[in-house]
């Protein structure tokens, strides 16, 4: 009987270290969740502490595995590969990172192409480096989808006061053109600086 009770206290810790690694975890995330690593993501550009909590926080939650990420971590896990290059000194560290970011958020805007928050994170990061790192095709393509998923004005995952910021970068961001900008303070008057 104490062997049985010594086997059940192996398998039961197991499986808490297998949940705990991502081997059991379905791929979901809770709002509050999303919320702390979406507010951790942004204070992380100006600060690298902030970037090392963040870093920490999806490794925890999520495991070390990125198959196991739904694909918004995935997109900003890879936002924090985009954002440790902007941090590190060293040219060939800061390029490293960089196409390891590409390649992350390669993969969550495959496995998820019409969320809107997902091509925003690729887009915000591909806006931010220089055009000679190649990408341009790419920061093309999703600020084209961006434009068409704001129209579309589907608030079910992303709440309108992300979409306003979002509306608001697209605009300042110098990369839309004039019909462009016309068509989102079309649909979003309250932007529109006229």
Same mark, same amino acid.
């Given at each position: 009987?104490?062997?049985?009770?010594?086997?059940?206290?192996?398998?039961?810790?197991? &499986?808490?270290?297998?949940? /705990?690694?991502?081997?059991?975890? $379905? /791929?979901?995330?809770?709002?509050?969740?999303?919320?702390?690593?979406?507010?951790?993501?942004?204070?992380?550009?100006?600060?690298?502490?902030?970037?090392?909590?963040? $870093?920490?926080?999806?490794?925890?939650? =999520?495991? %070390?595995?990125?198959?196991?990420?739904?694909?918004? &971590?995935?997109?900003?896990?890879?936002?924090?590969?985009?954002?440790?290059?902007?941090?590190?000194?060293?040219? =060939?560290?800061?390029?490293?990172?960089?196409?390891?970011?590409?390649?992350?958020?390669?993969?969550?805007?495959?496995?998820?192409? %019409?969320?809107?928050?997902?091509?925003?994170?690729?887009?915000?990061?591909?806006?931010?480096?220089?055009? &000679?790192?190649?990408?341009?095709?790419?920061?093309?393509?999703?600020?084209?989808?961006? &434009?068409?998923?704001?129209?579309?004005?589907?608030?079910?995952?992303?709440?309108?006061?992300?979409?306003?910021?979002?509306?608001?970068?697209?605009?300042?961001?110098?990369?839309?053109?004039?019909?462009?900008?016309?068509?989102?303070?079309?649909? =979003?008057?309250?932007?529109?600086?006229?």
């Amino acid at each position: 009987m104490r062997h049985i009770k010594f086997y059940l206290f192996i398998l039961i810790s197991i &499986i808490i270290a297998a949940s /705990k690694n991502g081997f059991c975890q $379905d /791929k979901t995330v809770t709002s509050a969740t999303l919320e702390n690593i979406r507010n951790l993501f942004y204070s992380s550009v100006d600060d690298e502490n902030e970037l090392m909590k963040l $870093d920490s926080l999806i490794t925890y939650e =999520f495991s %070390d595995t990125l198959s196991q990420y739904p694909p918004v &971590i995935l997109a900003y896990y890879g936002g924090v590969e985009a954002l440790k290059a902007k941090h590190t000194f060293w040219p =060939f560290n800061k390029l490293s990172y960089f196409n390891s970011s590409m390649d992350i958020l390669k993969t969550a805007v495959k496995e998820e192409p %019409d969320n809107l928050e997902i091509r925003f994170i690729r887009f915000s990061i591909l806006d931010n480096v220089p055009g &000679i790192l190649g990408f341009s095709e790419e920061r093309e393509i999703d600020k084209d989808e961006i &434009i068409f998923l704001l129209c579309n004005k589907d608030y079910s995952k992303l709440n309108a006061k992300i979409q306003g910021n979002i509306i608001r970068y697209m605009i300042n961001s110098g990369r839309l053109s004039p019909g462009q900008i016309d068509l989102l303070t079309k649909h =979003f008057p309250e932007y529109s600086s006229k």
